[in-house]
């Protein structure tokens, strides 16, 4: 039996080489493309790892330094602002890297303080993270609003114009960390919004059985209690005298309501006058019941604290001592003793000015004698 001649015999030989050469070529161009295609990458990863490094390496700051963005300025300007100040040595890496993670949108304006050899991630993070240079300013407690605003107004150091002067008593007074953007509007706002916080969270832990009816009456009699006495031991005791005469319905006849029904809060510069005591206003509280129509001034933390879990006592008096604090009383005949005597160490006191000053000018006498040469 013939055996049968296998399929490619049948096939020319032109043919079979012209196949195997196409094969070949694919090949190659497979191989080719391959190799290619892994030098580029390698590349890639190589120029990569080369700008990673720069970008993580130390930067070229020998000190700390500071560095400030203006409020506005974009990612591009701010990059050639960090290499011409030479705080990183490129702007092109940094922008690509913090594109890279989308942070273009998050850099803060303000004043920075990079430190020695800080990387670009190192500036990148400061940056980022609004880790901003912060200046204190400083509102005692007690001023009205409309002295606040003069206050805010003064410093030139904080941007832009001050607002139109809030409601009396809305403004929390303590020391604020500002960075140098924050601009007078802004800081307004920030003491309204601290007040009310802080009211909010004393509100909530205050004592039973206060004769308050409303976070603003709180605040009304707080700015009281902030004007009578600057004693921190003091506030709670003071709180606790007002509470029990409202309590007992008696008047409040706080001096510092008669003053803010005068001047609006600015000092009156001398004592009292009769006729002014006995002069009914909205805010005079030897001759209306109660609480006045508005606070007197901005108190501080301890005040409003102090009128919402006062001191629990029987005083219904104080009047002041002498030393700087008040002396307290439950009964109108101790109190009349401590006003007497009050009365003695104004009067000691008045002698004394009296006779510093008579010295001061016999001294003066004596000195103008010598230099005539009597």
Not at 342 to 362: G, P, Y
Request: glycine share 10%; net charge positive; with cysteine.
């Amino acid at each position: 039996m013939t055996q049968a001649n296998p399929k490619n015999n049948d096939v020319p030989e032109d043919e079979q080489g012209g196949s195997l050469t196409k094969r070949h070529a694919f090949g190659i161009a497979t191989m080719m493309i391959i190799a290619f295609t892994t030098f580029a990458m390698a590349f890639v990863i190589i120029g990569y790892a080369i700008i990673k490094y720069g970008y993580i390496n130390d930067g070229p700051l020998n000190g700390e330094q500071v560095f400030e963005i203006q409020s506005g300025v974009g990612l591009s300007s701010i990059a050639e602002k960090l290499k011409d100040e030479g705080v990183i040595r490129s702007a092109g890496t940094f922008k690509m890297f913090v594109k890279f993670d989308g942070g273009e949108a998050n850099l803060k304006a303000g004043e920075y303080a990079i430190p020695p050899a800080a990387s670009m991630r190192d500036v990148y993070e400061i940056l980022i993270d609004g880790q901003a240079i912060l200046y204190p300013v400083t509102f005692a407690e007690g001023l009205t609003s409309a002295q606040i605003i003069r206050k805010i107004t003064g410093i030139e150091s904080i941007p832009g114009d001050a607002p139109n002067t809030p409601a009396e008593g809305t403004l929390l007074p303590e020391t604020y960390m500002l960075p140098k953007s924050m601009t007078k509007t802004a800081l307004v706002k920030k003491m309204r919004a601290e007040q009310e916080a802080l009211v909010d969270a004393l509100w909530k832990e205050r004592a039973i059985g206060l004769p308050i009816k409303s976070k603003y009456e709180a605040i009304i009699l707080a700015s009281i209690v902030e004007k009578e006495t600057g004693v921190n031991s003091e506030r709670e005791h003071v709180a606790g005298v007002f509470i029990n005469r409202l309590n007992k319905g008696i008047r409040l006849e706080s001096d510092p309501t008669i003053i803010y029904g005068i001047t609006g809060g600015e000092k009156l510069g001398r004592g009292l006058r009769r006729s002014e005591i006995d002069r009914k206003t909205d805010w005079n509280t030897y001759r209306i019941s109660g609480l006045p129509k508005t606070p007197i001034c901005n108190p501080g933390r301890a005040a409003i604290a102090a009128v919402l879990n006062p001191m629990e006592t029987e005083d219904i008096f104080f009047v002041a001592d002498g030393s700087g604090g008040h002396a307290f009383a439950k009964t109108l005949r101790a109190h009349n003793n401590n006003v007497i005597k009050w009365r003695k160490v104004e009067r000691d006191r008045k002698r004394a000015a009296q006779k510093s000053k008579k010295d001061a000018q016999k001294e003066t006498k004596k000195d103008a004698k010598k230099d005539t040469g009597q």
